[in-house]
């Protein structure tokens, strides 16, 4: 699943997390993205100690064969021009959206 900030994006992954026959993964390119990008990002230092910043690890991890459904949030800015995208036509991709409006409201009140 494809999101971008603001798009309910983690309610639909704890819902999927919740079924005995899915495993999930939360924004697999977020620590490669701290790292690469070099944005000052709270948590980044634990987030950076605790998960793979490595991209083939990363693509690795997010292609390994799995007995239940593997459900994937993924956040469009994190891929970036240099990124490989050869991965994307394993899986089945879709993209969350949300209206616009929905977004900068929900935007405005967290920020």
């Known amino acids: 699943m ?4 603001r798009n309910i994006s983690t309610a639909l992954l704890r819902s999927f997390s919740n079924r005995d026959d899915t495993s999930v993964y939360d924004e697999p390119f977020y620590a490669y993205y701290l790292k690469e990008t070099g944005l000052k990002h709270p948590m980044k230092e634990e987030i950076l100690n ?4 490595n991209e083939n690890e990363v693509i690795e991890t997010i292609l390994k064969d799995t007995d239940k ?4 949030k993924h956040m469009t800015h994190h891929i970036l021009d240099k990124t490989n995208l050869e991965w994307l036509n394993k899986g089945i991709n879709c993209f969350l959206l949300r209206h ?3 977004v900068i ?3 405005i009140k967290k920020n």
């Not at 494809?2 to 900030?5: D, V």
């Not at 459904?69 to 994937?72: A, H, L, P, R, V």
């Open 69 to 72: 459904i593997y459900y994937q």
């Open 105 to 107: 409201n929900s935007y």
């Open 50 to 53: 605790k998960y793979s910043f």
């Open 2 to 5: 494809w999101s971008g900030p």
């Open 100 to 102: 616009p409006e929905k």
